[in-house]
C-alpha cells in the first residue's frame, strides 16, 4: 500500500531503445562471390604466364654456344669444303651458295682477291681454297662479283674460271674494264653477274687490275659468289 491509501503508480517509457542485438556470427562470413572467384582465377593465370615466360627468357639467354669452326682456324688460303655456319636442318638451303665478302683477315696477291672467312662467310656445299670458290657438284649457277676501288684512271675486274677441263687453266667468265682520265682519285665500284654451267672441282677466283686500288673499310663493299639454280 502506498502512503495516504492511494495505490502506487508506475511510469512505463514507449520510446525506449532496445538494447542492439548481437550479430549473428554467421553474418560476417558470406561466401565469396562469382565475381570475387573469377578475379582470383584471372591473377592465378597471369601469374603463371609470367612464370612460363621466364622459363623461355632463361632458355633463350642460356643456349649453348655455336660449334662452327673458330676464328682462329679460319684464315685465307685454307680449304673449308664445308659450310663455316652451323644452321639448324630447317634453315639450310635446296643447293649449294657461297657468298664471301671482305674483312680484317683479307690478304690480297697483287690482282687475285682473297675473302674474309671470319666475316659471316656462307658456304654451303661449296668449298674455298687458294682465294677461290670451288664447285662441289654439276650444274648451272649465277656467279656475281662486287667491287669497290679507287678509280685512278683505269681499271679491269673480272670474275675468272679454273678447270681441269682445259687442263688446270683459267679464262674470264665475265669482266669490265673501266677507263677515265680524272685529275683526283674518286671511289667508284664495278658489278659482274651472269649464269654459267659449271663442272665438279672448278674454281672461281676475282682478279682485277691492281688490287693496292681496292677499298676495304667495310665488308659489304667486296663481295663474291655462287648459287646453284
Known amino acids: ?28 562470413r558470406r561466401r565469396p562471390g562469382a565475381a570475387q572467384t573469377l578475379l582470383i582465377m ?8 609470367l ?27 685454307q680449304d673449308f669444303t664445308s659450310s663455316t655456319k652451323s644452321p639448324s636442318p630447317s634453315s639450310l638451303p635446296d ?4 657468298h664471301l665478302t671482305g674483312g680484317q683477315d683479307v ?22 681454297k687458294d682465294k677461290s670458290i670451288v664447285i662441289q657438284k654439276d650444274g ?3 656467279v656475281y662479283s662486287k667491287v669497290s676501288f679507287l678509280d685512278t684512271g683505269g681499271f679491269v675486274h673480272s670474275v675468272n674460271r679454273k678447270t681441269k ?32 654451267h659449271l663442272k665438279k672441282d672448278d674454281a672461281l677466283f676475282v682478279e682485277v687490275s691492281n688490287t693496292s686500288n681496292i677499298v676495304q673499310q667495310k665488308s659489304f663493299e667486296n663481295i663474291f659468289g655462287a648459287f646453284m639454280i
Open 51 to 77: 612464370a612460363i615466360e621466364a622459363c623461355f627468357i632463361y632458355r633463350l639467354y642460356h643456349l649453348e654456344p655455336d660449334t662452327s669452326t673458330s676464328h682462329s682456324e679460319q684464315i685465307a688460303g
Open 107 to 128: 690478304v690480297h696477291g697483287d690482282k687475285i682477291m682473297a675473302w674474309s672467312m671470319i666475316a659471316d662467310p656462307l658456304l654451303f656445299e661449296m668449298g674455298y
Open 1 to 28: 500500500m502506498s502512503k495516504g491509501g492511494y495505490p502506487s503508480v508506475f511510469m512505463v517509457d514507449t520510446h525506449a531503445t532496445r538494447p542492439p542485438v548481437p550479430l549473428r556470427l554467421s553474418q560476417g
Open 42 to 49: 584471372l591473377v592465378c593465370v597471369a601469374l603463371c604466364g
Open 165 to 196: 677441263l682445259y687442263l688446270g687453266k683459267s679464262f674470264p667468265l665475265l669482266m669490265s674494264k673501266k677507263y677515265s682520265k680524272k685529275s683526283r682519285e674518286m671511289r667508284s665500284n664495278s658489278y659482274l653477274g651472269g649464269v654459267f
Open 140 to 142: 648451272f649457277y649465277h
Open 95 to 98: 643447293k649449294p651458295v657461297a
